[in-house]
């Protein structure tokens, strides 16, 4: 989530490539052997044939005849002779990474006040019925009611998974069931870390992350949650291997809080790049004083005393003798005297967001009775709805430059704070959160991040019961739901859509689903018609919203798509056969020359054209009736757009079209070599197939 303050040591297979060192330290590593020779159906003699290969490659760390790689504890020479071997197809370190709901389905678009129109992705896809959401996290919390096994049909006959969970039984009523399988990896962390309790040996959730994330993929609430989907877990305590599961699931989604979070080394077109936004509705504490003053600020605590008004003030003078004046502003643990804060209202300084946490404790230990958390410049607008134990409200940066103007310029400061109110309706909407990492993409300027926005603030969800709140010791509360913001929330909900239009359009390719999302996605905020903005109130660009905000019910009819296959990914990628040999089964020969603008994504992105053109050659798929589509460009500042042909005519289903757009920039000098944006659409009246352009100026 945006802000937890637990990290978790995840052990994936897409990692950093193995580092060499002089010292002969063990660590572990991923062996991976390449694509299986005997494909997706194999005899029971094509199996043993794999397995007694592995045998002879490495039998002592061989543990399945399905999975064609392993992990392994290695001195880092171990490791690349390892590499060396003509059966290995890589060999890479296992490295540790971050973890990165009420009415934000509504907001989506798909039913008011509970009511579902039959034209609903949700009518039309019969609530993803049979579609298996493959989860990688924390685990679960199985009794969630939002995992209930009531009205559930069978289970996929496809599903051959086990469940490793204490004092609960996956698919409980053996011929149904909604949770049909969880399993934990526990053998990379071990080989750092040491050996786990053995009560931790389980998929159950404890950290009160993958709990949240499941039940928001699968539509968060009971009410909304579909009967029809089946869910398997994978506990996200440490992945040594893939668990063969990568051809069975229909999206991988990753959150993009961090500059470089682990998805983005992959194009596939099965990962996603997901931004987090916020949607009609928050949860407020209401702040007033004395002399009139009053501010609106986040949070999911009680208040005070109805009307009664306590003495308000400043973290600096509420100063320890010891503390020094910044780390008291910030309301550090162990920098406030109690003397001086007992019984009043604290005023601290939020400078990032485990504040939300240490300043809490701090004023607990103080004994205040209240606590206003008041941003910093930088964070800005950007406050965060918070569990907290004691009456709390976080203000934004405006707002708390009058409160500390207030306590400075008044003899006695007084303040009271109400309860936590939920607040319907907020404009605008949805508005990018700050926490989400922009563009441009720092390993492949041609492909577009993000892909897609999502709402991720203020999210209800599921919650692990053995996990309080606020994550605090002394919290002793236990909650079924949660309140939670991150990318962690808004990757499920376009999971979710995906699982929809899975069901919908059971052939359709992962690209072809990217598309289907990507050109269907507003730009527009759809309560006041302007473009999106960012939590500085500033207009928002594709580098912080990518093809615009979800939107599932124009995503099931979306006209075109721009499809792609394996052939497509690896001419993008531009290997060698041995290179190759990592990701196809089969012998592919990439051409001579090759326009790395020509992979066909679902977005247009062109560092540096300067005076020169540079051409695009792009394809399109009918998936809807017949019909003619006009282009309509939204040219980037400075650059000319050339669209060759002007329109396409389908007359059938699958029909492919192939067109052109050349771009050349003009008035460079005008625009330095900064990025302009603008848009390509194709449109037959009725569809609209839109796509961004992206293009960084360059005067060289």
């Not at 924390?138 to 096994?149: I, L, Q, R």
């Not at 959150?255 to 997901?274: A, E, G, L, M, V």
């Not at 004023?363 to 910093?376: E, H």
């Not at 660009?541 to 995503?555: M, R, S, W």
């Amino acid at each position: 989530m945006g802000f937890s303050f637990l990290h978790l040591i995840s052990f994936l297979l897409l990692c950093s490539f193995l580092q060499q060192s002089s010292h002969a330290i063990k660590r572990s590593y991923i062996v991976y052997l390449g694509s299986h020779s005997h494909g997706p159906n194999p005899s029971a003699s094509d199996l043993e044939s794999a397995t007694n290969s592995h045998y002879k490659l490495l039998a002592s760390h061989l543990r399945s005849k399905h999975i064609n790689g392993f992990a392994a504890v290695l001195e880092e020479e171990e490791a690349l002779e390892l590499a060396k071997n003509p059966n290995v197809v890589s060999v890479f370190q296992n490295k540790g990474h971050k973890l990165q709901t009420t009415r934000s389905w509504e907001f989506l678009g798909l039913g008011s006040d509970g009511v579902v129109s039959k034209d609903s992705i949700w009518e039309k896809a019969r609530y993803g019925e049979g579609v298996i959401i493959g989860n990688i996290d924390t685990g679960v919390w199985p009794e969630s009611k939002s995992f209930s096994d009531e009205g559930m049909g069978p289970v996929p006959s496809r599903w051959k998974g086990i469940c490793q969970l204490d004092n609960f039984t996956c698919n409980r009523k053996k011929v149904c069931g909604k949770l049909i399988g969880a399993r934990f990896f526990s053998n990379g962390y071990e080989s750092k870390f040491g050996k786990l309790d053995t009560s931790l040996y389980t998929a159950r959730d404890i950290l009160n992350h993958g709990t949240s994330t499941l039940s928001i993929a699968g539509e968060g609430l009971e009410r909304l949650f579909t009967k029809k989907k089946t869910i398997p877990i994978y506990h996200y305590v440490l992945l040594g291997t893939k668990c063969n599961i990568i051809s069975k699931v229909s999206v991988y989604c990753a959150s993009t809080n961090t500059k470089n979070p682990w998805c983005h080394i992959s194009y596939s077109s099965r990962f996603w790049s997901c931004i987090a936004s916020t949607s009609k509705f928050s949860f407020f504490i209401y702040l007033f004083t004395y002399f009139n003053l009053d501010c609106q600020g986040a949070s999911l605590s009680s208040g005070l005393p109805f009307e009664k008004f306590y003495s308000l003030i400043s973290s600096i003078d509420a100063k320890a003798a010891n503390a020094t004046i910044e780390e008291a502003q910030l309301c550090r643990v162990g920098t406030l005297d109690p003397e001086k804060a007992k019984g009043k209202i604290l005023v601290c300084l939020l400078k990032e967001l485990d504040g939300l946490s240490y300043a809490e404790e701090e004023a607990l230990s103080t004994g205040t009775v209240g606590l206003i958390l008041a941003n910093n410049k930088q964070r800005g607008n950007d406050i965060v709805p918070f569990p907290h134990l004691m009456p709390t409200s976080h203000i934004n940066y405006t707002d708390g430059q009058h409160v500390y103007s207030y306590v400075e310029h008044t003899k006695s400061p007084m303040a009271y704070m109400t309860r936590a109110k939920t607040l319907l309706g907020i404009k605008p909407a949805p508005v990018i959160a700050s926490f989400s990492s922009r563009g441009p993409n720092p390993i492949q300027p041609t492909i577009l991040k993000p892909d897609i926005t999502a709402p991720g603030v203020d999210i209800l969800s599921a919650g692990s019961e053995a996990f309080s709140p606020t994550g605090f010791s002394s919290d002793t509360r236990r909650v079924p739901y949660n309140i939670g913001s991150g990318t962690s929330e808004s990757c499920p909900h376009v999971s979710g859509i995906i699982g929809l239009l899975k069901r919908l359009y059971p052939n359709w390719s992962p690209a072809a689903l990217k598309s289907a999302i990507m050109t269907t996605a507003m730009t527009l905020v759809n309560n006041n018609k302007r473009p999106i903005l960012d939590q500085s109130r500033e207009e928002a660009t594709p580098f912080a919203y990518g093809a615009g905000h979800i939107q599932p019910e124009l995503a099931m009819d979306p006209g075109l798509v721009y499809d792609l296959n394996t052939s497509d990914y690896l001419n993008f990628l531009g290997y060698n056969l041995t290179q190759i040999k990592m990701f196809s089964r089969d012998p592919h020969i990439c051409p001579k020359s090759y326009n790395i603008y020509d992979l066909n994504y679902p977005s247009i992105t062109v560092p540096g054209p300067g005076k020169h053109s540079t051409e695009v050659t792009h394809t399109v798929t009918n998936v809807g009736s017949p019909g003619t589509y006009e282009v309509h460009v939204k040219a980037p500042s400075g650059v000319s757009v050339l669209v060759e042909p002007r329109s396409l005519t389908f007359s059938e289903l699958g029909e492919k079209k192939r067109f052109k757009v050349i771009l050349k920039g003009i008035e460079v000098s005008k625009h330095a070599s900064g990025y302009v944006f603008g848009e390509l659409l194709w449109s037959d009246g009725k569809h609209k197939v839109k796509s961004p352009l992206v293009v960084q100026h360059n005067q060289k």
